[in-house]
């Protein structure tokens, strides 16, 4: 019997045919040369698929094309009812951020200039001056991330001496990095005081000395502890550290510039607390709870701030034109706290009543059933992500999938618009509270497409 694979068409009879002439008009010969290889290698792989006719190899070029012309990184739906969901990007930016994005992407930009002066600037002067009016600190300079932060902070004010830290403080963030592992790449010696759960003042006391470069404080964002448990606070280190001229370095992380208790977020000290309660830095993440683009901000006492302003590592771990623009316009928006409840997308998504959450679930239900998607509407709790108050619950609404939940999670997965979702008690949950309410109707349409 003759092997059906030794009829396959050449790469060269196919890329020379007139039904590939549209994908050499719109794509480079090369690329789609390539398609071609590769839709003749899956035919014969599986010759039962292999296509009948001219027109049917060039829709099968046609799909490998466009997996080679689809960008890695695409926009997706997070149905997770993470809010801040780190492989997902977490914060997604405010309008007035993006359009400052585009604004400044679009051509030149007073990056290093100072345009009063008509002489060169500098990129650290951005964002500085609504930092201080929202933090209350002296000064501020911004990064590219919080580890980078918390490596210059060290590295500028106690590389080759000693950082004093609680041994209850030394976590593990996301990807399996942990915070002591940063610490040390900034040069100074850990030195780990009290136990896993209770730390005093006492211990840092007893255990400054001359060599002591900085004491430490990490907050535990991302876990909570119960029980005998006790920790210095910033404002029982804040006269230790004065009274022995050693700087007090807080590694703040989750960034929250508006207290969220009205909305039953509690538990979660401002940036501005940290700066009142005697932080001589205060260590944030710009894309956690403030809302914005990754960026990593250090803000407090002007001294120390010039010190990681000056030090060379400062140019390795600089921020980009657009990431400032976006979390400057991001900024501009915590002067009106309302306003940035309302237009910073985090804030909206974590303190929308649930209320408001049920009546998008309900209209989300409805246009899916419309398209004959088979689902239904169900409480849920969703919770914030970003390593920021771990333990809390919000009170949440989804849509709940009929069918095949694995095998409905791939079709979402694998969309043109990827939807993400959760898989719970055998069905495949929507959770509304992590998507935008400006997203209603794309969620609506991906996943009509997705499954229809």
Known sequence: MT??????????????????????????????????????DAAREDPSATPANLDAWAAAVREQLALR??????????????????????????AAAVQAIADTAAGACNLEYDLERGERGSRYVHAVALLRELTGAEDAIVVNNCASALVLALNSLAAGREAIVSRGELIEIGGSFRVPDIMAKSGAALVEVGTTNRTHVADYREAVRESTG??????????????????????????????????????????????????GLRGEPTARDAVRDGATLVLMSGDKLLGGPQAG????DATAVAACRKNPLARAVRVDKLTLAALEATLALYRDPPRAVREIPTLAMLTAPSDAVRARADAARDRL?????RCDVIETEAGVGGGAFPTARIPSFAIALDGDAVALERRLRLGDHPVIGRIAQGRLILDLRSIPASQDDAFTRAVSAALT
Do not use: M
Request: hydrophobic share 50%.
């Open 3 to 40: 092997d059906p694979r030794r009829a396959l068409p050449s790469v060269g009879v196919l890329i020379e045919s007139p039904e590939l002439e549209p994908l050499l008009a719109r794509a480079p010969r090369a690329v789609v040369a390539d398609a071609v290889r590769s839709a003749i």
């Open 69 to 94: 012309e689809r960008p890695s990184l695409r926009p997706l739906i997070n149905a997770t009812g993470v809010v801040l969901h780190t492989n997902l990007g977490r914060a997604p930016l405010a």
């Open 214 to 263: 900085a004491l430490v404080k990490v907050h535990r964002s991302n876990f909570e502890l119960r029980g005998f448990v006790a920790e210095a606070t910033l404002t029982e280190l804040a006269p230790l550290a004065r009274a022995h001229a050693i700087p007090l370095v807080f590694d703040f992380g989750s960034g929250l510039l508006l207290s969220l208790e009205e909305y």
């Open 297 to 300: 901000i250090i803000a407090g």
């Open 369 to 373: 059933r419309t398209a004959e998607v």
